[in-house]
C-alpha cells in the first residue's frame, strides 16, 4: 500500500479494507492502527464487522470464510476488480507443510495461488504479490519505513496447525536451510505448472470424456492414469478422491473383463470390458 500509495506515477485508484472479527482484545486497536496508516498514507479505508462463530471446521476456518466474503462484498461495492493480500513465503511454506500432513494430491502441493478468482464472484481478482517475500523481510522493511504492524498470538497457539509449526517446525528449518520458505514458494510454483501441464494433457488425450478406453490406462500406467484421470474428471466439474483414482486405474490396468464399479465422493465409475464410464454421484456438477 505504502509503495503503490507513494509512487510517481499515476497510481490506480487504491482502498484499504480491514475485516474486524471481533475475537481479541487487541481488535479495536488493530482496526485504529489501520485507520492511522491509511490517514498518513491519504488512503480511503473501509472496515467492515464479522461475527464469526464456530462451524464446521472450528472458528479459524469460520472466521476465514467470513473474512474472504467480507473483502470481496467490499471491493465489489468499491468497483475495484483486484484484491491485493499479504501473504508470503512462510505462509506459503507453512501451507504445503499442513498439506502434505493431511494428505494431499498434486494441485494441493501447487500451495497458495498468486493470482486466483474470487471466491464467489467472477468479476474480482486475488492477488498475493509478496509470495516471495519472508516474513522477516517484511517485518524489517515495516520498520526501516516506519509503518507499525501487529502481532496475533493466535499465529503461535499450540492449539492451531500453524501454531504448532511455527513454534515447533518452521523456526528450526529456517535455523538449518535459510532460504527453505522462499524454495517452498518456489517449489509451488513448479507444482502447479505441472498440474497445468497434466490438466492440458487430460483434456487433448481425452481423459476428460465420460466413457475412456481401458487401452488407454495400460497405455499410460495406473500411476500416471490415475493423475490424468483426476484432472479430467475435474475438468468435468467433479472431483475425485485420489485413493478412488488409484483404485479406478489399477482396476482398469487388470486383465479381468468382468465389469466392476467403484465409488467415490465425487463420482462414480463403471469399468468394463472396454471402457471405463465416469458420471457424477448426487450433489456433483457434471
Same mark, same amino acid.
Given at each position: 500500500?505504502? *509503495?503503490?500509495?507513494?509512487?510517481?506515477?499515476?497510481?490506480?485508484?487504491?482502498?484499504?479494507?480491514?475485516?474486524?472479527?471481533?475475537? @481479541?482484545?487487541?481488535?479495536?486497536?488493530?482496526?485504529?492502527?489501520?485507520?492511522?496508516?491509511?490517514?498518513?498514507? $491519504?488512503?480511503?479505508?473501509?472496515?467492515?464487522?464479522?461475527?464469526?462463530?464456530?462451524?464446521?471446521?472450528?472458528?479459524?476456518?469460520?472466521?476465514?470464510?467470513?473474512?474472504?466474503? %467480507?473483502?470481496?462484498?467490499?471491493?465489489?461495492?468499491?468497483?475495484?476488480?483486484?484484491?491485493?493480500? %499479504?501473504?508470503?513465503?512462510?505462509?506459503?511454506?507453512?501451507?504445503?507443510?499442513?498439506?502434505?500432513?493431511?494428505?494431499?494430491?498434486?494441485?494441493?502441493?501447487?500451495?497458495?495461488?498468486?493470482?486466483?478468482?474470487?471466491?464467489?464472484?467472477?468479476?474480482?481478482?486475488?492477488?498475493?504479490?509478496?509470495?516471495?517475500?519472508?516474513?522477516?523481510?517484511?517485518?524489517?522493511?515495516?520498520?526501516?519505513?516506519?509503518?507499525?504492524?501487529?502481532?496475533?498470538?493466535? $499465529?503461535?497457539?499450540?492449539?492451531?496447525?500453524?501454531?504448532?509449526?511455527?513454534?515447533?517446525?518452521?523456526?528450526?528449518?529456517?535455523?538449518?536451510?535459510?532460504?527453505?520458505?522462499?524454495?517452498?514458494?518456489?517449489?509451488?510454483?513448479?507444482?502447479? *505448472?505441472?498440474?497445468?501441464?497434466?490438466?492440458?494433457?487430460? @483434456?487433448?488425450?481425452?481423459?476428460?470424456?465420460?466413457?475412456?478406453?481401458?487401452?488407454?490406462?495400460?497405455?499410460?500406467?495406473?500411476?500416471?492414469? %490415475?493423475?490424468?484421470?483426476?484432472?479430467?474428471?475435474?475438468?468435468?466439474?467433479?472431483?475425485?478422491?485420489?485413493?478412488?483414482? @488409484?483404485?479406478?486405474?489399477?482396476?482398469?490396468?487388470?486383465?479381468?473383463?468382468?465389469?466392476?464399479?467403484?465409488?467415490?465422493?465425487?463420482?462414480?465409475?463403471?469399468?468394463?470390458?472396454?471402457?471405463?464410464?465416469?458420471? *457424477?454421484?448426487?450433489?456433483?456438477?457434471?
Amino acid at each position: 500500500m505504502a *509503495a503503490v500509495a507513494r509512487r510517481e506515477k499515476p497510481a490506480p485508484t487504491l482502498i484499504a479494507f480491514h475485516v474486524h472479527h471481533h475475537l @481479541r482484545p487487541e481488535a479495536d486497536a488493530e482496526a485504529q492502527q489501520c485507520a492511522s496508516l491509511c490517514a498518513r498514507l $491519504n488512503l480511503p479505508l473501509v472496515v467492515r464487522h464479522v461475527h464469526p462463530s464456530r462451524g464446521r471446521g472450528g472458528l479459524a476456518e469460520r472466521a476465514r470464510r467470513v473474512r474472504h466474503e %467480507a473483502l470481496e462484498e467490499a471491493a465489489i461495492g468499491a468497483g475495484v476488480e483486484w484484491i491485493l493480500m %499479504a501473504h508470503h513465503a512462510d505462509d506459503a511454506l507453512e501451507t504445503l507443510l499442513m498439506r502434505l500432513g493431511r494428505g494431499v494430491a498434486s494441485r494441493g502441493l501447487s500451495g497458495i495461488p498468486w493470482v486466483r478468482r474470487g471466491w464467489r464472484s467472477r468479476t474480482v481478482r486475488v492477488a498475493r504479490p509478496l509470495l516471495l517475500a519472508t516474513h522477516s523481510e517484511l517485518r524489517a522493511l515495516c520498520d526501516r519505513l516506519g509503518v507499525p504492524h501487529s502481532r496475533d498470538p493466535g $499465529n503461535v497457539s499450540p492449539l492451531s496447525a500453524r501454531g504448532v509449526l511455527r513454534r515447533s517446525v518452521t523456526g528450526p528449518l529456517r535455523e538449518r536451510w535459510s532460504g527453505v520458505a522462499k524454495h517452498a514458494a518456489r517449489a509451488a510454483d513448479a507444482s502447479r *505448472a505441472g498440474a497445468w501441464a497434466l490438466r492440458e494433457l487430460a @483434456r487433448r488425450d481425452g481423459w476428460s470424456s465420460e466413457s475412456i478406453p481401458r487401452s488407454a490406462f495400460r497405455t499410460a500406467g495406473a500411476m500416471r492414469a %490415475a493423475a490424468l484421470l483426476i484432472c479430467g474428471v475435474r475438468i468435468r466439474g467433479m472431483e475425485l478422491a485420489p485413493a478412488a483414482a @488409484r483404485r479406478i486405474a489399477e482396476t482398469a490396468c487388470d486383465a479381468s473383463s468382468e465389469p466392476r464399479s467403484v465409488e467415490s465422493k465425487g463420482a462414480h465409475a463403471t469399468i468394463g470390458a472396454r471402457t471405463v464410464r465416469i458420471t *457424477a454421484t448426487r450433489g456433483q456438477v457434471h
